[in-house]
């Protein structure tokens, strides 16, 4: 069975003098998810909608809530020296089967500095040793290296490749690959 914390946990970490926190989002990032989905590496490799407006990451940031509570995913902000600086989370959850995907994208300007691999470290261990989630899975487009080499880095097995897995919004069919993490 999954052990569904009533309220969602807060995590830190750091990376050398970096401070590492990740915590629900909250209204006040409203503008800074709004601001750095303007980025087109983030829709074209997400399923973040784009165009993105303003009204669009209002929504995003009410639905988590309601989501925690349904047990249908976990949204984290990435708070990198107390700034937002993206956000990371679990969705796709099966409770019976005890999976669930992990997702994430980092603001421009906080990538390269091992950011997103250590929240995907904080992020499974919350789901395979707390949590009790037995497999955790994520999906990169053959062509993001950079989210590739974030999961191996992270500890997580390349699986297989999916072809033909994903349509994305220019309606290219996009190969995708499976990495995952199981407890063992
Ligand atoms: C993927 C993403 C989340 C990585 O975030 P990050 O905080 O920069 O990740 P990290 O710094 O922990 O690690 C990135 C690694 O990829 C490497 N990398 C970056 N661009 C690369 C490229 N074009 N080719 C190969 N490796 C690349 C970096 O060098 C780094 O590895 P290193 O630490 O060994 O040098 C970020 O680039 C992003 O938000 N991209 C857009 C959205 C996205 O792709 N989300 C994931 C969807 S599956």
């Not at 989905?37 to 490799?45: K, L």
């Not at 600086?85 to 980092?106: F, K, N, S």
């Amino acid at each position: 069975m999954i052990n569904w914390p009533a309220d969602q946990p807060t995590l830190t970490s750091n990376i050398a003098d970096i401070a590492l926190v990740l915590r629900p989002l909250r209204e006040n990032d409203i503008d800074a998810i709004y601001l750095a989905c303007q980025d087109p590496i983030i829709p074209a490799f997400t399923r973040v909608p784009s165009p993105y407006d303003r009204e669009m990451a209002e929504e995003f940031v009410r639905n988590c809530e309601f989501s925690y509570r349904a047990h249908q995913g976990i949204v984290f902000a990435v708070e990198v020296d107390g700034i937002f600086g993206g956000t990371i989370g679990l969705h796709g959850i099966q409770l019976t089967d005890h999976c669930a995907e992990v997702g994430y994208w980092i603001e421009a300007s906080q990538r390269g500095k091992g950011i997103c691999t250590t929240a995907v470290r904080m992020v499974l261990e919350l789901a395979l040793n707390v949590m009790k989630f037995r497999r955790i899975e994520g999906l990169a487009d053959i062509s993001n290296p950079a989210s590739q080499k974030v999961m191996e880095r992270a500890g997580m097995t390349r699986d297989a490749l999916l072809r033909n897995r994903v349509t994305r919004p220019n309606g290219n069919q996009i190969d995708m690959v499976l990495f995952s993490a199981i407890k063992d």
